[in-house]
């Protein structure tokens, strides 16, 4: 019997963008109200890790929690399938054991488990058999995903009132063609899936060398950002190092 009434965001340690993707979701779901268990979350209130031990701390929210979102990935499916690596993503590996003796318990009748997908799946990597017949949820890819995740946790819970976030990112506007020929298929569908909302980052980095087009890309990105109606400000640090003139504070500190 669950005697934790929040949601157990159990996810493996890929990389910190990965990480920083699952805390993101996080985030999102505390800004509608819904209490989650995160080790990230709770290490920022505990910086001492807690007490009985992570693996302890671990399975304890895997068997206790009154719901669970699996943040699906190649190191999570390899913990459930028991092919990762034992040193690294221990935490994963514990939940995703327990996860699979509870499927087979309760012989597939699943009412707390959903796998979430914040990112596509890298070729090649296969969801595992057991954990494909429940509804999968991709919050990152519309805003009806993450309505309806929202709206199953707060059933799990028994909560009422719950709303998602109010951010709403705009639909892609497939119709503005930027005003060059290459980087279509890589730096600006990372563009276009930042201003819908649907990358696990806020930021995107262009770097390269001079003459490389950077200038271009960021032109461009701000007048699609306008065809869609987002409010925007341009910054140009290359012109200058004068933070305060930058963020528009004067020299007496007045704004």
Known sequence: MPTFNHVFLSYRHESPEHARAVSRLGDLLQQAGIPVELDQFYLDKNPGGPNEGWPKWCE????QSACVVVIA????????????EPASGCGAAVEASLFRQFLYDEKGINARIRLAFLSPLPPGCAIPERLRPWHQFHPFSDNAQLDQLVAWIALQL????????????PKPNDEFKPDFADRVDTEWQAVKHVFAGSARERILLFEGGTGLGKSVLVREAAAYAKSLGITMARVDLKSTRDIPAIIGIEPSGGR
């Open 73 to 84: 990935s190649p190191g999570w499916f390899a913990a459930y399938d028991g092919t990762g």
């Open 60 to 63: 304890d929210r895997a068997n």
């Open 158 to 169: 028994g909560l009422t009132g719950v709303t998602s976030p109010t951010v709403r990112w």
